[in-house]
């Protein structure tokens, strides 16, 4: 069996700045999962796959098919969006808690940013048809979903306005 597998089964992480939590617990704190009660947040751990990158991994890359959801266990990430011709830019940044890549997920669209492991950092990834079938088990997943992308949304053109 795999070790990371087996973590997952028990409900352990072993982060290097964390203490150990159990998957229920860090996914009942994913405003995504919010919604979901103790039963289904302990199904749910079961369908995740933990990754672990090194610094400067591209986790996923702009333009690229989407094919998990991925929510951050551990470490710092950097959401860049590629400006030709010039650096990069770092949109944002991800740690413990937040989720990533859904989007890719439902409407099947390209990936909009790439994210980058800026330190040595875990995942949990869920795959493209168990995400979706956890969103139709559970719609008010749905708004909670519309509600980051909307944060996102207004975040991103407060940060073009800055740098215009």
Request: net charge positive; charged share 25%; glycine share 8%.
């Given at each position: 069996m795999n070790p990371d597998s087996l973590w997952a089964r028990i409900g352990?992480?072993?982060g290097a700045h964390q203490k150990p939590?159990?998957?229920?617990?860090?996914?009942?704190?994913?405003?995504?999962?919010?919604?979901?009660?103790?039963?289904?947040?302990?199904?749910?751990?079961?369908?995740?796959?933990?990754?672990?990158?090194?610094?400067?991994?591209?986790?996923?890359?702009?333009?690229?098919?989407?094919?998990?959801?991925?929510?951050?266990?551990?470490?710092?990430l950097h959401?860049?969006?590629?400006?030709?011709?010039?650096?990069?830019?770092?949109?944002?940044?991800?740690?413990?808690?937040?989720f990533f890549c859904e989007t890719a997920l439902v409407g099947d669209y390209p990936r909009a940013a790439s994210i980058v492991a800026a330190e040595a950092s875990t995942c949990l990834a869920l795959g493209r048809e168990r995400f979706q079938e956890e969103l139709a088990a559970h719609p008010a997943m749905a708004v909670a979903m519309v509600v980051e992308v909307s944060r996102r949304l207004r975040d991103t053109l407060d940060l073009l306005d800055a740098n215009a």
């Open positions: 352990i992480f072993r939590i159990s998957i229920e617990k860090l996914l009942a704190q994913v405003g995504l999962f919010r919604s979901l009660d103790q039963k289904q947040l302990a199904q749910l751990a079961l369908r995740m796959e933990t990754r672990r990158y090194e610094p400067g991994h591209v986790i996923v890359a702009e333009n690229e098919t989407g094919d998990a959801l991925h929510i951050v266990e551990s470490g710092l959401v860049c969006r590629s400006r030709p011709g010039r650096e990069p830019l770092i949109i944002s940044s991800l740690g413990p808690g937040q």
